[in-house]
C-alpha cells in the first residue's frame, strides 16, 4: 500500500486531458465541474486562518497540474525547483482535488475550527519546523529529536491529525512551495522499531502518509534521511527496488561514510538550517513558522504566482 501512495505523488497524465492557459480559465472550468466553495465550505476557517479562499486553494491545485516533472537547472542545490509546463491541466488538478475533498472528509468532524492558535500548544510539541533555502524552496525539518515525547505519547490521535493537516495547508499554500517546490528533511534520532510503530495507530499512519505525499498539492523537489537506525535501513532497502526511479533519485540518506561533511549545505544551502539539527549550527530565525506562532506577522503573504495568467 505505501509503495502505491509514493508511486501516486506526481498523478497521472491521461490523452484526453483538458488544458488551458490562465489560472482564471482553471478555475472556471473547474466550477463548471462542480460548486467547490459549496463542497469544501466545512473547511472556510481552516482556510481563513492562512489569508485564503476557496480559490486560494483551486489555484494551488492549478499550479501543481502546471508543473513539469524536471526540473528546472537554475537552481545549483540538489533537486533543483520546479520547472513549468506552458499550460495548465486542468483535468489532472481536478483528479488531485477530487481525492483531497474526499481524504478532507473522512476527518471534517476532527478538523472543526481548525486554526494556529487552536494548536499552540501542541504544535511546539513535535518541534517541526519551515525554512527558505538558497534556490527559494520550503524545507520542511520533521526531527524526532526535537520532540517532546512525554506530551506527545498524551496526545489523542485526533490532535495529531489536526497538526499535520494545519501544517499541509500552510505548505500547499505557501507561495515558494508552489513555484519552487518542497524539500523534507527527516532526522530518525535511532529510534527503535516498537517505539516506532507505536507513534501513531496503524491506520491513523497510513492515513497521513497518504495525504502528505499524494494528495497535497505540492512537489517534493528531494528527501534528506538522517540518523537512521539499522531497522529502517533494512525497511528502505526493502521498498527502494519498488520505488519509480525518478523518487529514487530525489531521495539522500546521510550517513557517516556516505557523505561528505556539510552535505546537507549542498541540499539547502547555508543560512537556511534552523536550530538544533546535528552537527549543523542553525539560525533560530530561518524558522518561519516560529516567528508565525510568536505572533510577528505572516512570514509570507498570498501568492501573486502566475500573476500574467490571473
Known amino acids: 500500500m505505501f509503495r502505491g501512495i509514493v508511486n501516486s505523488a506526481g498523478g497521472e497524465t491521461h490523452p484526453d486531458d483538458v488544458q488551458v492557459d490562465t489560472l482564471k480559465e482553471g478555475r472556471e472550468w473547474l466550477y463548471q465541474e462542480k460548486d467547490w466553495k459549496d463542497s469544501l465550505k466545512d473547511y472556510a476557517i481552516l482556510f481563513g486562518d492562512l489569508d485564503s479562499t476557496t480559490d486560494d486553494v483551486l489555484n494551488s491545485f492549478l499550479h501543481w497540474a502546471s508543473v513539469d516533472e524536471t526540473t528546472d537547472g537554475k537552481c545549483h542545490l540538489k533537486g533543483g525547483v520546479n520547472a513549468k509546463e506552458t499550460r495548465i491541466n486542468v483535468s489532472r488538478a481536478k483528479r488531485r482535488l477530487e481525492r483531497y475533498e474526499n481524504w478532507m472528509a473522512t476527518v471534517a468532524e476532527d478538523l472543526k475550527d481548525l486554526t494556529a492558535m487552536s ?16 534556490c527559494q524552496r520550503l524545507v520542511w525539518w520533521l526531527d524526532l529529536t526535537a520532540f ?21 495547508h ?12 518542497l524539500v523534507f528533511v527527516n532526522s530518525l534520532n535511532q529510534i ?17 502518509d497518504e495525504f502528505l505525499i499524494s494528495i497535497i498539492p505540492v512537489k517534493t523537489k528531494f528527501v534528506v534521511l538522517m540518523e537512521r537506525p539499522s531497522w529502517a535501513k533494512f525497511a528502505y532497502q526493502l521498498l527502494r527496488p519498488f520505488l519509480q526511479a525518478k523518487m529514487r533519485r530525489r531521495v539522500a540518506v546521510i550517513e557517516k561514510g556516505q557523505h ?23 539560525s533560530k530565525k530561518a524558522d518561519i513558522i516560529h516567528a508565525y506562532l510568536l505572533g510577528k506577522g505572516r512570514s509570507w503573504k498570498p501568492s501573486t504566482l502566475f500573476s500574467n495568467k490571473k
Open 119 to 134: 494548536l499552540k500548544n501542541t504544535l511546539p510539541i513535535f518541534g517541526m519546523k519551515l525554512t527558505i533555502d538558497g
Open 148 to 168: 517532546d515525547w512525554d506530551a506527545f505519547h498524551d496526545l489523542h490521535p485526533k490532535d495529531i491529525a489536526r497538526t499535520f493537516v494545519w501544517m499541509s
Open 170 to 181: 500552510y505548505m500547499m499554500l505557501h507561495p515558494n512551495g508552489q513555484q519552487y517546490g
Open 192 to 208: 527503535g522499531f516498537w517505539p516506532f510503530m507505536q507513534m501513531l495507530p496503524l491506520d491513523l499512519g497510513m492515513q497521513l
Open 260 to 282: 561528505p561533511p556539510g552535505y546537507l549545505y549542498e541540499v539547502v544551502g547555508r543560512g537556511s538550517v534552523p536550530e538544533g539539527i546535528q552537527s549543523y549550527p542553525g
